[in-house]
């Protein structure tokens, strides 16, 4: 009873969204996506004895809060019947459309690509993403499938050790790569972090007490460099975006374990990304960051004038502030992020 409602109150925040964001014809279709899953789900379980609408449900919302199209949101909310119920591709094109079951059907292709996970190297993570791309030819099926291995891994902990690992570490080789790819930050990290926290509880534990011990002196750092770097570029490059971050426990973590330093010798905890209108300003604001604060050597990098393999560009520096604490800069176009 109580899990029920649970559904519930996720659906009618999901219905709450889509109205806000959609047409009421088109709501009316994700309604009905829900409906039919709800129908065809109903008895079915996950791990963590929920029932199982629940996990269509979630996905179907983190598709809609990542901005994408109603069919996106109807297919994330089928996304598990026709390999999982009585319901046929067939039927999904009667009742949707061509549209939303070709996203299903793609869907469902993904599930069933076979993944031996225990003799494979990065090589062959490079092959199965490769496939996995070719395989789609829509990129909403690929956005669909990281939101579903999300929700998936969010949820980790009600399933069996061994597959815990194995799933941990297929999201870490293959879904955190593609998300990175595709340039969605938000979900990479997040995959990253929660495939770790499996991987080695340990390990993730200490980063995260130390980052929250913390805290309060990580805030006050970010909001002290980000104003003063904030009030000098301004007055050079007026309209120039200024981000500041804490990076990522998972991003800490690989420093730590593969460069075997301690917390306290991770370079770049923190990230501050400026984004300007022009190559030229991009220039002017490393000079102004060169000037304010003193570079590592060897730690600037010029993406700009050699862009990376995959086209990436941005001029990256580690500088050291004040308080002889360091942190990496990035500074790029509004048009190289948006490539990015
Ligand atoms: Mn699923």
Same mark, same amino acid.
């Given at each position: 009873m109580e899990l029920n409602t649970s559904v519930e109150l996720m659906y009618n925040e999901l219905r709450h969204q889509a109205a806000a964001q959609f047409p009421v014809n088109e709501a009316e279709i994700i309604d009905k996506a829900f409906s039919v899953a709800c129908e065809h789900h109903n008895g079915q379980m996950r791990s963590s004895g929920e029932p199982y609408i629940i996990h269509p449900v979630a996905v179907a919302k983190i598709v809609l809060e990542?901005?994408?199209?109603?069919?996106?949101?109807?297919?994330?909310?089928?996304?598990?019947?026709?390999?999982?119920?009585?319901?046929?591709?067939?039927?999904v094109k009667r009742e949707f459309g061509a549209d939303i079951a070709a996203l299903v059907d793609g869907l469902t292709k993904l599930g069933k690509v076979p993944l031996d996970i225990k003799d494979k190297e990065e090589q062959q993570a490079e092959n199965?993403? %490769?496939?996995?791309?070719?395989?789609?030819?829509?990129?909403?099926?690929?956005?669909? %499938?990281?939101?579903?291995?999300?929700?998936?891994?969010r949820t980790l902990n009600f399933v069996a050790p061994q597959k815990r690992r194995d799933k941990a570490l297929e999201t870490l080789e293959i879904y955190a790569p593609i998300a990175h790819r595709l340039g969605i930050r938000a979900i990479k990290e997040e995959l990253e972090d %929660?495939?770790?926290?499996y991987l080695d509880p340990i390990g993730y534990k200490e980063i995260e007490d130390e980052l929250s011990k913390q805290g309060k002196s990580h805030k006050e750092f970010l909001e002290t460099i980000k104003k003063q770097i904030n009030d000098r570029v301004h007055t050079v490059v007026p309209d120039a975006a200024l981000e500041a971050r804490i990076k990522s426990v998972h991003g800490i973590y690989r420093k730590m374990y593969m460069q075997n330093r301690n917390f306290d010798e991770i370079y770049d905890i923190y990230a501050v990304r400026i984004i300007v209108n022009s190559t030229i300003e991009c220039y002017d604001c490393l000079g102004i960051i060169h000037d304010m604060f003193t570079p590592i050597p060897g730690r600037f990098k010029d993406y700009i004038s050699t862009p990376k393999p995959n086209m990436y560009q941005s001029l990256h520096t580690t500088v050291i502030g004040k308080a002889g604490i360091p942190f990496e800069v990035q500074i790029r176009t509004w048009e190289m992020h948006h490539i990015a």
């Open positions: 990542y901005g994408m199209d109603y069919q996106s949101v109807a297919a994330a909310m089928l996304h598990d019947t026709v390999e999982d119920t009585d319901l046929t591709l067939e039927d199965v993403r %490769k496939m996995l791309l070719a395989m789609s030819e829509d990129i909403r099926v690929i956005i669909i %499938k990281l939101a579903d291995r999300l929700h998936n891994i %929660k495939a770790i926290s």
